[in-house]
């Protein structure tokens, strides 16, 4: 009797340990923006885990959408989009819908980011589709020495007194929504067929105007102080300032009155993740103290599980939606930035 | 001999050679090793310096390219004043230029004015160049090589970061690792009219450069933060443009300290690692860039298989080893010689210890050494005589012993164990050649009386007298012997006759008849003679010696002294 116990013990420890060995091959593929996945964070995520994980940067969602969609969402298991974006991989089915109670550390968040079904995009027929993980407003950087008045309007950045003293997001989406604003369009987000040669034209004029585009929070500092910048256009938000302020810059932080756009990014499954379990434990691990603090102290980037410093609720944000045609959008910007003149950068 | 102390000599003398040949080849086989890892590494690292130079004396042909360019008086006439047939002038000039260098993707004119509008632009495409023209041309002073460029002096170089050209409108440099090298073209006011920039196809730059090296050489380049540009895997190359970093100090760990500006140059084996097929050995250099760049330096290397330095680290081994062997031959030979050479004393030693066994002279030893050969020789001398003494001692003893047993002590007659061993001969003798042998036992007949009446000194020198008369009146070939007491046996080899015993007998009486002197006076003396002889009276030496001793009691109770037969034998 004692010896049938015995086996059955024996084998219960092995079948415990035989998915712990499973687990320990498991590889996590991690695609994700600067700061988001920074080595330590990673590091303790794949010793408690047992687990490796692959991390990928994208500097743009152009870049994003085109590493995603390719080979239809295979190359990723879990990446962290904004909420206008993500629209476009529900609609094309890239991602799947996440199990929530696979995520205890949701609870940890603050209650407007518990509330996913009022924050528009991450509920759809009531599947959750991303869990929220951090934000920010894209204001305007500007250098306190060169610019003595905060710039009111996004309109600075076309400012002939700044020509060859602007940087700005190498981002078409954004640009476009920047245009739009500049402009006073009604819509950001939605451009009608008429309007796409005024805004081409205003965002040759920002080309025009610019010293660099940039595409990477660190490059935008080493661009920002090796041209002598007096103003740059945050799309990194409070993450560049922060960088800035660290690297000795006298930077001041301005929100436009025509609002600052705002991303609330969030983490989302691929279609064809390989490891759902794994995929939610590193989404759940992100909400704990360690990698919130890492997000808000080193990064200069809000968490979900505590007031952000640096968001502020009382200025004139508008947040993300899905723009009319990204791709459009991302065609014309990719002329445009290549230094095409209107009528070539128009053409079918 | 087959397990001599000589053979073991051997092959211990041998088996030391043989140690110490495979060690000391063992030891230049890893030094030599080492030397020839070293010499090869730093054959590589100087094929790395150099390929570096190539490096730096290209960019300074595209540098003296552009001066050319920009000083030419046309590329500055029509900046200021945009010239159509000068431009196709100038178009016509950069295609030649980039028909000479096939590294060329493009040759640009770009105007200050107008946001650096391209003025004249020659692509390659394919093995055909591209003049673009018009609508075509782009805006390109958001970008660096224009911007930077237009900041520098006259004649100074702009070189722009390694990366992958995403600039739309490009022709076969389009998504190609892309560096730009530009120089302003400035007014005889010393205003930036414009940039020369042209367009170098990294790999196909670095390919050219690397055309005469060994087939198994392997090229490698990073930039200034060590992210990895040229590499025989091409999936690691340009990691950074497809959002992971691919970095030279985490691919190769031992060129951190290159990287982190410690050293200038590194060498290292590098085992096979994803990337790399196979073992290489692998040196890096920096090449810090003069020119104006954001880059600041690069990192250029070259890898080649480990096996071809192994190939010859091989043949040396070979080659050791061969020397190896012949010298352990040499040595076992030589061992051989000098173990027989060194046992030679000691085979004196054993041979005339073996002489001396059986007897022998021992002959010559090698006393003379002062070793310890010479010193158990010797002791071996020593020894030898020590014995020899010893046995002529023994020798000595032994025959008195003999004498003892076989001698009467006091006559020096033999004895009755004498006698009785002579009789046996002397009848075994006449057995075979049919002779005859006589036995005479004599008694003293008044022996007792001298005796009681002289004392035993008396009897003493009758028994010596009466043995050296009867010894002097028989011959040499008869026995004389002393039973004991006052009783002889002569025992006579030949007489046939009794008449001839009888005549012996009674000489033997006679020469007693005078008496025998003894302090000044003379003691008489009579004997009675029994006689057997052979085969008449027995053929046994005790039948014989029986039968005499009863003739003799036969002649002693018939009355004092004479001579009796025994009687005949049933």
Redesign the interface.
């Known amino acids: 009797m004692l010896l049938v116990e015995w086996r059955i013990l024996l084998i219960a420890t092995l079948l415990c340990l035989l998915p712990l060995s499973v687990q320990a091959e498991g590889v996590l593929r991690v695609l994700a923006w600067p700061g988001y996945a920074d080595p330590d964070v990673v590091k303790e995520f794949e010793q408690r885990t047992h687990s490796k994980v692959e991390v990928t940067y994208i500097e743009s969602d152009a870049d994003m959408w085109r590493k995603v969609s390719e080979g239809n969402a295979a190359n990723f298991d879990v990446f962290a989009v904004n909420t206008a974006e993500l629209q476009r991989y529900i609609q094309h089915g890239l991602v799947s819908a996440i199990n929530v109670a696979a995520i205890p550390n949701v609870q940890r968040q603050l209650p407007r980011f518990q509330q996913r079904q009022n924050i528009p995009g991450l509920v759809h027929e009531g599947k959750t589709y991303a869990i929220p993980y951090t934000y920010s407003e894209m204001g305007l950087i500007y250098d306190r020495k060169q610019v003595t008045t905060p710039p009111d309007s996004i309109s600075a950045m076309w400012n002939k007194r700044y020509q060859g003293k602007v940087v700005a997001y190498n981002g078409g989406v954004h640009s476009f929504s920047l245009a739009a604003q500049s402009l006073g369009l009604p819509s950001p987000f939605h451009i009608g067929e008429q309007q796409w040669p005024q805004l081409v034209n205003q965002l040759i004029a920002l080309r025009r105007n610019v010293s660099a585009f940039y595409t990477g929070p660190d490059e935008s500092v080493a661009l920002f102080r090796e041209r002598h910048a007096a103003l740059m256009f945050a799309n990194f938000g409070s993450q560049q300032l922060q960088l800035l302020k660290a690297a000795g810059v006298d930077v001041g932080y301005a929100i436009p009155r025509e609002g600052a756009l705002a991303w609330l990014d969030c983490w989302a499954m691929t279609r064809s993740v390989r490891d759902p379990q794994l995929a939610a434990r590193w989404i759940s691990y992100l909400l704990e103290d360690m990698p919130g603090k890492v997000l808000l102290q080193r990064q200069g980037l809000a968490n979900t599980t505590s007031p952000s410093p640096y968001f502020n609720n009382k200025a004139r944000i508008v947040w993300l939606e899905p723009a009319e045609s990204e791709e459009r959008r991302d065609k014309l910007w990719g002329r445009i930035l290549s230094g095409d003149r209107a009528a070539k950068v128009l053409q079918p | 001999m087959r397990y001599g102390i000589a053979v073991k000599l051997a092959l211990l003398l041998a088996a030391v050679g043989i140690c110490a040949s495979a060690l000391t080849g063992a030891y230049s086989y890893w030094l030599s090793r080492n030397l020839l890892v070293e010499s090869s590494q730093k054959s590589l690292v100087a094929s790395t310096q150099v390929l570096g130079r190539r490096v730096d004396t290209s960019l300074e042909e595209v540098a003296r390219n552009l001066q050319v360019l920009s000083s030419h008086p046309s590329v500055r006439r029509t900046l200021q004043q945009p010239n159509a047939e000068m431009n196709a002038q100038l178009a016509e000039l950069f295609e030649l230029m980039m028909k000479a260098n096939p590294a060329y993707f493009q040759i640009r004119l770009i105007t200050a004015a107008n946001?650096?509008?391209?003025q004249v632009r020659v692509d390659r495409q394919g093995g055909t160049f591209i003049k673009v023209a018009d609508?075509?041309l782009?805006?390109?002073?958001?970008?660096?090589y224009v911007?930077e460029t237009l900041q520098l002096p006259a004649g100074a170089i702009y070189m722009s970061r390694i990366a992958i050209n995403h600039?739309?409108?490009a022709y076969t440099g389009a998504e190609q690792p892309t560096m730009q090298l530009a120089t302003p073209v400035r007014s005889a006011k010393g205003e930036a009219l414009g940039v020369v920039v042209i367009n170098l196809d990294v790999d196909g730059l670095f390919n050219l450069l690397a055309t005469d090296l060994p087939n198994d050489f392997r090229l490698f380049l990073a930039n200034g933060q060590g992210d990895i540009l040229i590499h025989p895997d091409r999936s690691k190359t340009f990691g950074f443009d497809?959002?992971?970093?691919v970095l030279l100090q985490d691919e190769f760990p031992p060129t951190r300290e290159l990287v982190e500006g410690v050293v200038n140059q590194v060498v290292f084996q590098q085992p096979t690692t994803d990337g790399l097929v196979q073992p290489v050995v692998m040196a890096l250099v920096r090449l810090p860039v003069k020119l104006h760049s954001?880059e600041g330096q690069l990192f250029v290397g070259l890898a080649k298989p480990l096996a071809s330095v192994k190939e010859g680290a091989r043949h040396l081994g070979t080659l050791i080893m061969v020397s190896v062997l012949g010298f352990s031959v040499l040595g076992l030979l030589v061992a051989l010689l000098l173990a027989r050479l060194a046992l030679r004393p000691l085979r004196q030693l054993i041979d005339a210890a073996n002489l001396f066994a059986h007897g022998q002279p021992v002959g010559v030893l090698p006393t003379a050494r002062q070793d310890e050969i010479g010193e158990l020789a010797r002791s071996f001398q020593h020894m030898h005589l020590q014995i020899g003494e010893q046995l002529s001692s023994l020798h000595a003893s032994q025959e008195q012993l003999k004498q003892m047993a076989q001698y009467d002590a006091l006559t020096e007659l033999p004895n009755r164990r004498m006698l009785q061993d002579r009789l046996e001969v002397a009848i075994t003798r006449a057995k075979r050649q049919g002779g005859c042998a006589s036995v005479l036992f004599i008694d003293l007949d008044n022996f007792k009386e001298i005796n009681d009446g002289w004392g035993h000194d008396a009897g003493d020198a009758v028994l010596v007298a009466v043995a050296q008369r009867l010894r002097r009146a028989v011959r040499a070939t008869d026995t004389v012997a002393r039973l004991g007491g006052d009783e002889f046996v002569v025992l006579l080899d030949g007489p046939d006759t009794e008449r001839d015993t009888d005549l012996i007998a009674n000489k033997l009486i006679e020469c007693l008849a005078p008496g025998i002197p003894f302090q000044g006076g003379t003691l008489r003396i009579a004997a009675s003679i029994g006689i057997s002889m052979f085969p008449r009276h027995g053929v046994t030496a005790s039948q014989l010696l029986m039968a005499a001793d009863r003739a003799m009691y036969l002649v002693k109770a018939r009355g004092r002294g004479g001579v009796g037969f025994a009687m005949l034998q049933d």
């Open positions: 946001f650096g509008l391209e609508d075509d782009q805006e390109k002073g958001h970008f660096s911007s600039e739309r409108g497809r959002g992971q970093r954001e």
